[in-house]
């Protein structure tokens, strides 16, 4: 089984948490805390492989804990366990593995349990203890973590147009839809290398294979037009690197 520490200061929301991961007989609970220190404390002790942690704690935030935990030389898979969806972008950020939302529903946290099995049975076939990001690396996870009405989407790599600011606000777009993201151009840019994306302009990253026509535009300069026929301006800092990228 699986060794699990909780992280909740709600008495009742621990103890539902716990009937269901108990339920799986998949996952033992080690041990449990409901403010920081005791928390920080407890999982340096106990070495848990995950951890059910909740953000807002009485006296801070599990997002504290998440930064302290990824320095450990073997550190646990993390579960966030919240009301609050607006954190999911950081969570993932923060490798997470996943982000259940309260209350809780048993049918989530089965499909949680088994995503955690399955990492967990890849970190033990390696026959090393990997960090989570590298775990994440050998899974292939080509997504990115958007919210939008309060669910959390995963995008695929592959269903990206580009990926552009706006009012100073950063989103995805898509064929069918644009989402709204808390991260900035620079990180998303190092999750998309090696993939088919390139960086055009100061505030926009594209998908090369979206990309139908080339219009050109003053002072050396280009408009980009996508399958949906949005366009996205390519600066003349970047215009070599786009004509030898799309070959005119």
Same mark, same amino acid.
Request: net charge negative.
């Given at each position: 089984?699986?060794?699990?520490?909780?992280?909740?200061?709600?008495?009742?929301?621990?103890?539902? #948490? +716990?009937?269901?991961?108990? %339920? =799986?007989?998949?996952?033992?609970? $080690?041990?449990?805390?409901?403010? &920081?220190?005791?928390?920080?404390?407890?999982?340096?002790?106990?070495?848990?492989?995950?951890?059910?942690?909740?953000?807002?704690?009485?006296?801070?935030?599990?997002?504290?804990?998440?930064?302290?935990?990824?320095?450990?030389?073997?550190?646990?898979?993390?579960?966030?366990?919240?009301?609050?969806?607006?954190?999911?972008?950081?969570?993932?950020?923060?490798?997470?593995?996943?982000?259940?939302?309260?209350?809780?529903?048993?049918?989530?946290?089965?499909?949680?349990?088994?995503?955690?099995?399955?990492?967990?049975? #890849? +970190?033990?076939?390696?026959? %090393? =203890?990997?960090?989570?990001?590298? $775990?994440?690396?050998?899974?292939? &996870?080509?997504?990115?973590?958007?919210?939008?009405?309060?669910?959390?989407?995963?995008?695929?790599?592959?269903?990206?147009?580009?990926?552009?600011?706006?009012?100073?606000?950063?989103?995805?777009?898509?064929?069918?839809?644009?989402?709204?993201?808390?991260?900035?151009?620079?990180?998303?840019?190092?999750?998309?290398?090696?993939?088919?994306?390139?960086?055009?302009?100061?505030?926009?990253?594209?998908?090369?294979?979206?990309?139908?026509?080339?219009?050109?535009?003053?002072?050396?300069?280009?408009?980009?037009?996508?399958?949906?026929?949005?366009?996205?301006?390519?600066?003349?800092?970047?215009?070599?690197?786009?004509?030898?990228?799309?070959?005119?």
């Amino acid at each position: 089984m699986i060794r699990a520490f909780l992280v909740e200061d709600e008495l009742f929301a621990r103890e539902d #948490l +716990k009937d269901i991961l108990l %339920q =799986s007989n998949k996952i033992e609970i $080690v041990g449990e805390a409901d403010e &920081i220190d005791q928390a920080i404390l407890g999982i340096h002790q106990l070495e848990p492989e995950v951890i059910f942690l909740d953000i807002h704690l009485a006296n801070g935030n599990g997002i504290e804990i998440a930064h302290q935990l990824r320095s450990l030389k073997n550190p646990p898979f993390i579960v966030f366990a919240t009301a609050f969806e607006e954190y999911a972008i950081k969570a993932f950020e923060l490798d997470a593995v996943d982000y259940i939302l309260k209350p809780f529903d048993e049918k989530r946290i089965e499909q949680t349990i088994e995503r955690i099995v399955e990492w967990h049975q #890849l +970190k033990k076939e390696d026959g %090393q =203890s990997k960090p989570v990001k590298e $775990v994440k690396s050998s899974l292939k &996870i080509n997504k990115l973590a958007v919210v939008k009405d309060e669910r959390i989407i995963l995008v695929d790599f592959e269903n990206i147009l580009y990926i552009g600011t706006e009012n100073r606000q950063v989103f995805v777009k898509t064929v069918n839809d644009k989402y709204a993201i808390d991260t900035n151009l620079y990180e998303i840019e190092q999750k998309l290398e090696n993939h088919s994306f390139l960086r055009v302009h100061r505030g926009y990253i594209i998908n090369l294979k979206f990309v139908t026509e080339i219009e050109q535009w003053f002072n050396g300069t280009y408009n980009l037009i996508f399958c949906d026929q949005s366009k996205v301006p390519v600066s003349r800092s970047y215009a070599k690197m786009v004509r030898q990228y799309l070959g005119f």
